[in-house]
């Protein structure tokens, strides 16, 4: 079984991708010997895609990463020496050890662990009961401290689901496992509008922590989730009452904490990218009201995918897990390439000239000529010294 480690914002084509339903992918993964690529498990929830590298480089490199101690380490570094025959010198190249499903999955463990991940709002969805076994099994066995509360780990209800002849008739229509995720913004519309509401209604709000008025357009204002509350908060002031009722001293963005209106508890991260997208989101807030019409070619439901996924920079395309220098991005992300295609280089057609009995070379005609930048005519002015007498 090999196991493989990417980071990708839409898993089901990620998922085509290796199984060759779809373009671009990772070179090792278009063997056929190695499919079908199956999507075993899911760390989700990321703040930002940057995250979600720096993330998947610590995973794939946890025997050098500086995010667990060196005591703490499952595998260990190692590396190739070479000498040289001619001079002599002696080389030595780092080298990635071979890990398995145990490994990896203990790795994953230590992550979340750490004081760089622990208070990030990441979920773990297992979508195979085998390896949601090896998880099990592997904490009962090296873990003392559980992980923190916010982190929810989950087995999947598909994982589990028995094939019946009812489902297998609705299997088209119906979405299970990753091609039920939500990979937009459809789970925050309803507290969209509930916070477009709120601010367009209003003449003038006050915050509910210290009672001072917030911006009318709701810059850095948040506005609690739970339905029937319309309370509003300053973003610091909100954040210092959570870290207070916390008592982390040393903590500097909060987890989650109780509205101070409604006393419901709420997820700071949840509320942090409402704003983000209230504020810059514009391109996905259309996307959010727009229709969504399914792709041609389409195989299922479950491999479907709208033209509302395409939206933004994809980083998916860059398959850090086949590089060891993680951080050399490519000079066109996916959607350029996409545009690339969309407009192809210009049709060139060839004519064959005849001038008397003698044929002329056939000729390059192309219905687009770019205009060739022209130098501007260099212009010498008359100078005083054109009149100047030589003295001898």
């Known amino acids: 079984m090999t196991v493989k480690a990417p980071s990708t914002p839409h898993p089901v084509r990620r998922r085509n991708q290796h199984n060759g339903k779809a373009t671009g992918g990772a070179h090792r993964t278009s063997k056929d010997s190695l499919r079908p690529w199956e999507m075993t498990c899911l760390v989700h929830g990321f703040p930002s895609k940057i995250a979600a ?71 773990v969805t297992f979508y195979a009961l085998d390896v949601h076994r090896t998880w099990d099994r592997w904490t009962r066995q090296h873990v003392v401290d559980s992980l923190r509360p916010g ?90 009452a959570f870290l207070e009722a916390e008592g982390n001293e040393d903590a500097m963005v909060p987890t989650s904490g109780a509205c101070p209106s409604c006393g419901i508890e709420l997820q700071w991260a949840e509320l942090a990218k409402e704003l983000s997208l209230r504020l810059r989101g514009e391109t996905e807030i259309k996307a959010l009201y727009k229709k969504r019409r399914a792709k041609k070619g389409e195989v299922s439901a479950g491999d479907s995918v709208s033209d509302d996924d395409d939206i933004g920079s994809d980083l998916d395309v860059v398959d850090i897990g086949d590089e060891d220098i993680w951080h050399e991005l490519p000079a066109t992300s996916e959607v350029e390439a996409v545009a690339t295609r969309g407009n192809p280089t210009p049709v060139v057609k060839k004519r ?41």
């Not at 001619?86 to 750490?114: A, C, D, F």
């Not at 589990?160 to 459809?186: F, Q």
């Open 352 to 392: 064959r000239k005849k001038t008397g009995n003698k044929a002329v070379p056939p000729v390059a005609v192309s219905n687009f000529e770019p205009a060739e930048p022209t130098e501007p005519e260099r212009i010498i002015e008359e100078s005083d010294w054109e009149g100047a007498e030589m003295i001898t």
């Open 151 to 240: 982190i929810e780990v989950k087995l999947d209800p598909s994982a589990t689901e028995k094939a019946r002849p009812e489902e297998a008739a609705n299997s088209e229509t119906a979405l299970s496992g990753i091609s039920a995720l939500d990979v937009g913004y459809g789970g925050l519309k309803l507290q969209l509008e509930k916070s477009k509401r709120i601010f367009d209604e209003a003449e003038w709000l006050q915050c509910d922590c210290c009672h001072q008025v917030v911006p009318a357009a709701g810059d850095l204002t948040l506005v609690c989730s739970t339905e029937g509350c319309d309370a509003v908060f300053h973003l610091d002031c909100l954040s210092t």
């Open 53 to 123: 590298l720096q993330f998947e480089w610590a995973w794939q490199n946890a025997h050098t990463t500086r995010h667990v101690t060196a005591e703490a380490r499952i595998t260990q570094a190692r590396s190739n020496i070479r000498v040289s025959p001619k001079t002599g010198r002696v080389k030595k190249k780092p080298v990635r050890p071979r890990m398995g499903l145990s490994e990896r999955l203990g790795n994953l463990h230590l992550l979340l662990h750490s004081s760089s991940f622990e208070r990030w709002p990441l979920r």
